[in-house]
Structure formats: C-alpha cells, structure tokens
T-cell receptor, first 113, second 112 residues
Framework: DTAVSQTPKYLVTQMGNDKSIKCEQNLGHDTMYWYKQDSKKFLKIMFSYNNKELIINETVPNRFSPKSPDKAHLNLHINSLELGDSAVYFC????????????FGSGTQLSVL | DQQVKQNSPSLSVQEGRISILNCDYTNSMFDYFLWYKKYPAEGPTFLISISSIKDKNEDGRFTVFLNKSAKHLSLHIVPSQPGDSAVYFCAASREGAQKLVFGQGTRLTINP
C-alpha cells in the first residue's frame, strides 16, 4: 500500500487549460502539503493544510487552489495554466507535532505546452 | 533568496569510499535539519535529521554533522554502496514554521 499517492503521474496540457492533481495519504497524518520542484530543482512549499484547514499559502498565484475534502486528501486545482507552471508537483504529509519529517508522494510531472 | 543551498550539483564516488555531501544555510533561526534521498520517478524519502542542539547524529552508515557557526551541515556515507546513487536534498526548518526549506539537491553516483 502506497502511503502517499498522487495522480496523475504525468500531465501534459495546453496553455489556458484547467487541470487537477489528486493526493491521498493513508498514514493517518493530520497535515498535508503541496511542494513544487522548479527548473532549478529547488523544492518549494506551496500550501499546507492541517485537518482540512489552510495553514500555509506561500505566495502562490491564485490560479492555484488547493482543496481538502478531508484530512486524508489534498487536491490541487490549477486554472488557466501557463508555461511557467511546468514543474514537478509533490504532495506530502506529516504528523501534526512532528511536521519536519515529511512523507512524499512520487510526484506529478506537469508539462504545459 | 535561497536560504538553503547545496552548491555541488553532482558528486561521483567509488564504491566502498566515503561520500560527503554538503549544505549551507543562511537563516540562523533554523533549528532542525534533515536529509532526504530521492530516486528517479519517486518522491524524496527521509534519511536522517539533526537538531541544532547537537553537532553530530549517526545512523548506521549515515552521519550528519552540523557546524552552526559556519551555518553548514554535511552528510557522510561510509562505506558508499551502489544503492546510494540518488539525489540528496538538504532541508531546514525552524520552530513553529511548519514547513521545510529545501536545497536544490546533489546527485550522488556511486561507481563500482
């Protein structure tokens, strides 16, 4: 059983489209995250949710909207995709009080053409 | 403004030798540091961590050293094995921040 699973693994789409990436964790963790790995390979936090509540929103364009229907799921919806959105997006989760140790999904490679 | 930097994009080491991966940080408020390992097409996985109250933490073949005055940490792997070939990310956090700040990774290749 995969602890943190995200789908799809690859996403190729045209500029201007709207797309979603789904994430689910079966670890019973309270906190979930979205990280973006940009072209320079840095992993940067985008959002953090704790028990469905938004904790961190790290100056991400409002075209990106996370949705957490329950604490085991954190989906990422992106409107009006731009070329610069091309990156690898990682979902992660952690226990509330040991948030330093993250468990990551395998990533979604988004290519905007 | 990258607060955590790994200045070596790649490192090649012979099997059985020591691998040393380096990481520098700029924010003196960071008090917890971690190393993650990433294989292709997988997410990063936690490897080892160290609190700022320590200067060394060891776990089997992996040892992390922290030099707070230099704002520098390193990961030592000895002996290096082919399965250690991966990208290694350094990360840092501070109390209450609820997020990790990552470096850009170092690709380690262990040659037989």
């Amino acid at each position: 059983d995969t602890a943190v699973s995200q789908t799809p693994k690859y996403l190729v789409t045209q500029m201007g489209n709207d797309k979603s990436i789904k994430c689910e964790q079966n670890l019973g963790h309270d906190t979930m995250y979205w990280y973006k790995q940009d072209s320079k390979k840095f992993l940067k936090i985008m959002f953090s949710y704790n028990n469905k509540e938004l904790i961190i929103n790290e100056t991400v364009p409002n075209r990106f909207s996370p949705k957490s229907p329950d604490k085991a799921h954190l989906n990422l919806h992106i409107n009006s995709l731009e070329l610069g959105d091309s990156a690898v997006y990682f979902c992660a989760s952690s226990q509330r009080k040991s948030n330093e140790k993250l468990f990551f999904g395998s990533g979604t490679q988004l290519s905007v053409l | 403004d990258q607060q955590v930097k790994q200045n070596s994009p790649s490192l090649s080491v012979q099997e059985g030798r020591i691998s040393i991966l380096n990481c520098d940080y700029t924010n003196s408020m960071f008090d917890y540091f971690l190393w993650y390992k990433k294989y292709p097409a997988e997410g990063p996985t936690f490897l080892i961590s160290i609190s700022s109250i320590k200067d060394k933490n060891e776990d089997g073949r992996f040892t992390v050293f922290l030099n707070k005055s230099a704002k520098h940490l390193s990961l030592h792997i000895v002996p290096s094995q082919p399965g250690d070939s991966a990208v290694y990310f350094c990360a840092a956090s501070r109390e209450g921040a609820q997020k990790l700040v990552f470096g850009q990774g170092t690709r380690l290749t262990i040659n037989p």
